[in-house]
C-alpha cells in the first residue's frame, strides 16, 4: 500500500498493526530497531501517521484466503531476513450461547483462527529456511477462563492458545519460538464494545489496581520478539493484573 521495504536485516511482521494494540506493538518495536512490515484490512491511515521510514503496509483480509495468500507473497519478496510474526488482528463478539448464531461462529474463526494460522503457514516457510524466528499470538484470558457471553470469542482464542503450543513443538527444530500473549480488557475501541457491566466486572477482577494498557502488551511483545527470550517458547503470558483462576 505504501513504501516497500528495501534491504532488511530484521523486520517484524504485524498483523492488525492499525488497531490499539497493533499500533502500540509497532511503535514499541520501530523504538527497539526493527523494521516493521504493517498488515491491516483498515485504517491505514494511523500507520501514516507515524511517518516513520521503516514501516512498510500491506493489506490483509483475513477473512480471505487470496489477501492472506497475496500479502504473504509480498512481503517474502521485499523482507530479508524476518525477526518474527506478530499476530494482533483479530475481531470480538459476545452473545449467549442460546442467541449464538453458528454463521457468526464461523465468520469468527474465520480471521481469530483459521485465517491468522493460514498467514502464519505462509510466513513460517520462510522463518523455517533461515532457520530462525519468533512468532507471537494475540490470545485473550476469554480463551482461559469461563465467563458468561464469551463463547465464540473465547473458544477461536482458546483454539489459538493450543495452535501455539503445537507450533512451538514443532516449529522448535527450526530455531523458532512460538509464545501467546494472553490480555484481559484492553483499554481499546475493542473493549470499549464491551457490556458496561461485563467490563466493570473484568477490570475488577485484577489482584493490581489500574487499567491495562497496550502499551503493557507491546512491552511484554517485545521481550518475547527478542534475544533475551530465546528459550521461552510454548508459553501463554497473561497481561490481565493478577487475575486469579
Known amino acids: 500500500m505504501t513504501n516497500k521495504i528495501e534491504t532488511i536485516s530484521k523486520t517484524v511482521i504485524v498483523t492488525g498493526a492499525s488497531g490499539d494494540i497493533g499500533i502500540a506493538v509497532v511503535q514499541r518495536l520501530l523504538q527497539d530497531g526493527y523494521k516493521i512490515a504493517a ?36 512481503i517474502g519478496k521485499e523482507a530479508d531476513q524476518m525477526a518474527g510474526l506478530v499476530n494482533c488482528a483479530g475481531v470480538a463478539a459476545g452473545s449467549l450461547f442460546g442467541m449464538t448464531k453458528i454463521s457468526d461462529m464461523r465468520a469468527l474463526f474465520d480471521v481469530n483462527l483459521f485465517g491468522t494460522l493460514l498467514f502464519t503457514q505462509f510466513i513460517a516457510k520462510k522463518l523455517v529456511r533461515q532457520k530462525s524466528g519468533s512468532i507471537i499470538n494475540m490470545a485473550s484470558t476469554a480463551g482461559i477462563f469461563a465467563e458468561q457471553g464469551t463463547l465464540a470469542y473465547g473458544a477461536s482464542k482458546a483454539a489459538l492458545l493450543h495452535a501455539s503450543r503445537v507450533l512451538a513443538v514443532e516449529l522448535g527444530q527450526f530455531g523458532i519460538r512460538v509464545n501467546s500473549i494472553a490480555p484481559s480488557a ?49 508459553e501463554t503470558i497473561r497481561v490481565d493484573r493478577g487475575t486469579p483462576f
Do not use: W
Request: net charge negative.
Open 39 to 74: 498488515c491491516c484490512h483498515s485504517n491505514a491511515a494511523r500507520l501514516k501517521a507515524l511517518a516513520h521510514n521503516d514501516i512498510a503496509i500491506y493489506d490483509l483480509d483475513l477473512s480471505h484466503d487470496e489477501s492472506i495468500k497475496d500479502c504473504a507473497v509480498k
Open 186 to 234: 484492553v483499554n481499546s475501541k475493542m473493549a470499549d464494545a464491551m457490556d458496561d457491566e461485563a467490563r466493570k466486572k473484568l477490570d475488577q477482577l485484577g489482584s493490581l489496581p489500574g487499567i491495562t494498557q497496550p502499551e503493557n502488551v507491546a512491552d511484554v511483545v517485545a521481550f518475547l520478539i527478542s534475544d533475551s527470550a530465546d528459550a521461552v517458547s510454548g
